[in-house]
């Protein structure tokens, strides 16, 4: 069977979206999703999204990672399906979506998405990290000379080590001035180093004004794959209208031969 499916990027992060409100496509057959993931024998991406009806809000997102597993929140696969819903017709500007994680508000402009992400009651403070959950988990630590590190080594050795098999993403951060970080990530479910994770810079921009490195409420993430921002306001120790800004494109649309 010949399966239509977009490609989409957001500053690097990239995933393979399909239009499944018809629901034809095989939600529980984890090894097509990861071959459809796969760089060299299939399409190649961080991660699989399904857009589908929903019976309250515009539509609904369903997140596979990479190894097929259906994933917790995307950040970045968010705003790419925000930017596929506009190009489907189902909105305009505006718009309310459901995930993993719950509903999700976004605007759009151009390339631009405007991503709401969940409120943040707790950033977990260790000596040496710091640990959160922006709909997904984050490991955020503070590392010199980033563009050195050995982020694959390190990070799987902290995914495992530290969290056991459910895992945690690992973020490494650099930082550049007050309201600008250096960020690369070690995502689980691909199981190695991303160009740009979503929840990840959230969770960095979040963690870094937390332990005082950043005084200011819209924080700038360098990642490999392109620059992102975060805004948010802190009220009573809670992060509130926690925004992730940043580039959504459509790359190109295809079909591949599979059996479903």
Known sequence: MKLSFYKYQG????FVIIDNRDLFFPKDDTKLVAALCERRFGIGADGLILLENDETVDFKMVYYNADGAEGSMCGNGGRCLVSFAHF???FEQETTFRAVDGLHYATIEGDFVRLKMQDVDDVHEKPAYSFLDTGSPHHVQLVKDLSGFKVEKE???LRYGLYG???SNIN????ENDETFQVRTYERGVEA???SCGTGVTAVALAMHKSGKTSTNTVKIQTLGGELSI???Q???KYTDVFLIGPAVQVFKGEITCSI
């Open 11 to 14: 500053t690097g992060n990239d």
């Open 88 to 90: 489907l017709g189902i």
């Open 155 to 157: 990070g799987k050795k």
């Open 165 to 167: 098999q459910a895992g």
């Open 172 to 175: 490494f951060v650099e930082q």
């Open 193 to 195: 180093e991303t160009y």
């Open 231 to 233: 805004s948010f306001k």
């Open 235 to 237: 009220v009573d120790g």
